[in-house]
């Protein structure tokens, strides 16, 4: 079994057949067209994501469609190209998704391997803080997870602001 689909076996229940060269190419358009951080929302929270951008609508349809996570934006302008955007904010989407490509990636190896990082560390935080609400019979009334991010979280999330900035 070639590398990537053991790692898809393992992270994401085997959902999808893909192929190494699918990853490296694939892979390309990360280093390419893509951008991996976090961005702020309106209430000023930070928020992990994970694009590639490109004119091609087939290309971005076809990731989509290969790795089977994200989803797409479509962006109309009046005096440049049609812009697609595959997208991935989910965190078990994400590290499935950059697990697979991150042997191929050469150009954001960085940001990919700190990112997965990142997301390990989230999703097993996410599953470690959870408080817990009980009746007196011992029935669960509410399960609610914590929002915090752990002292290493906090640190990659500094170190993307350093490499994700513009003009530098």
Known sequence: MAWAEEQ???????????????CAYTAGFLDGEGY????????????????????????????KKTF????ITFTQYKKKKDCYRFILTNNKE???FLRLIFPYVM?????????????E??????????IV????????????????YSERELEIMKE?????RRGK
């Open 68 to 71: 089977r996570v994200g989803r």
């Open 107 to 119: 150009i954001k190896r960085r940001q990919v391997k700190m990112m997965i990082e990142w997301l």
């Open 36 to 63: 991996v951080g976090f961005y702020t929302t309106k209430d000023e929270s930070k928020r992990m994501q994970v694009t590639i951008t490109n004119t091609n609508r087939e290309i971005i349809y076809w990731i």
């Open 94 to 96: 994400a590290t499935y």
């Open 8 to 22: 898809q076996a393992k992270s994401y229940g085997g959902i999808a057949n893909i192929c190494t060269i699918d």
């Open 133 to 148: 609400e009980r009746n007196e019979e011992g029935q669960i009334l509410r399960c609610e997870y914590l929002d915090a």
């Open 121 to 130: 560390t989230r999703i097993k935080c996410n599953h470690e803080h959870r």
């Open 160 to 164: 993307f602001e350093t490499i994700n």
